[in-house]
């Protein structure tokens, strides 16, 4: 009888979407908390909502306004912090509230705020359909193939950007490649969690598996593990409880870091690794 709602298509769709972009996620998030970049997704987010503003008041598909306008924006701090000094987290506060104030405005002048609006913001993983599910699979997918192909470049860089300049790395160029993966990575991302809560789908499952003081491999694995769990018990909970799935994952999330970080002050888990200083 439990197992009943897994015969369900809109909860399948759930799970295999949600499934995957743990994944995605897990991957990007890595890196991004590596490169002390954990708000980047954050910034990405609110950039999307003045994408999803745009699309909602030109009349076009929202998804695809959301990736122009955050890749573009992504690109655009990119430029700016190499050209002008500016910091890294100074940067990301530019960009997040120019995505945010361009889509309060544009959200005024369609006359508020509407159920599409809210879906984006919010998450309705259980509200997919069926090309929303093949477009989410085969995004991941170019996702993990672009990050497995790039891990050598992108390790090297991570952990050190001026050697791997030394080394002959064109960083630049690696850099931008990493900005547009991240903002497809946040993107496709927003339909489970939402605008407001996707980088707590990046930043809380690679804090937590970094915590476990493990090698950088065995860190991602640690990772994706506890995203995929978060994911598919925030989505099965939320059904039982008439929950809402974003809300449900992400303090399934908090709930392990909170546990881990528990273990670890009572000596339950071992010495931190060089990458548990990344945090």
Known sequence: MALEVFGYAFMQKGLIAGSAIAIICSLMGTFLVLRRYSLFGDALSHMAFGGISLG??????????????????????????????????????????????????????????????????FGSILLISNEDTILILGISTGVVASLVLLRKQLLH???????????????????????????ITVITSMRLVGILLISALIVLPNITSMLLGKSFKQTVIASISISMFSVVLGIVLSYYLDLAPSGTIVM????????????????????????????
């Open 56 to 121: 909602l008041f030109s009349g076009i598909y929202p998804l695809w306004t959301a990736y122009a306008v955050s890749i573009l924006g992504a690109l655009g701090m990119t430029k700016l912090r190499k050209s002008t000094k500016i910091s890294g987290d100074a940067a990301i506060a530019v960009l997040l509230v120019s995505g945010f104030g361009t889509g309060v405005l544009l959200i005024s002048a369609t006359g508020g705020f509407s159920v599409d609006l809210f879906s984006f913001l």
């Open 252 to 279: 399934i999330s908090v709930a392990i870091l909170v546990a881990t970080l528990c273990a670890k002050y009572l000596g339950l888990i071992g010495k931190a690794t060089p990458l548990a200083k990344a945090i």
């Open 157 to 183: 860089f991570t952990f050190d950007e001026e050697q791997a300049r030394v080394s002959g790395l064109n960083v630049d160029r690696l850099n931008y490649v990493f900005v547009i993966i991240s903002g």
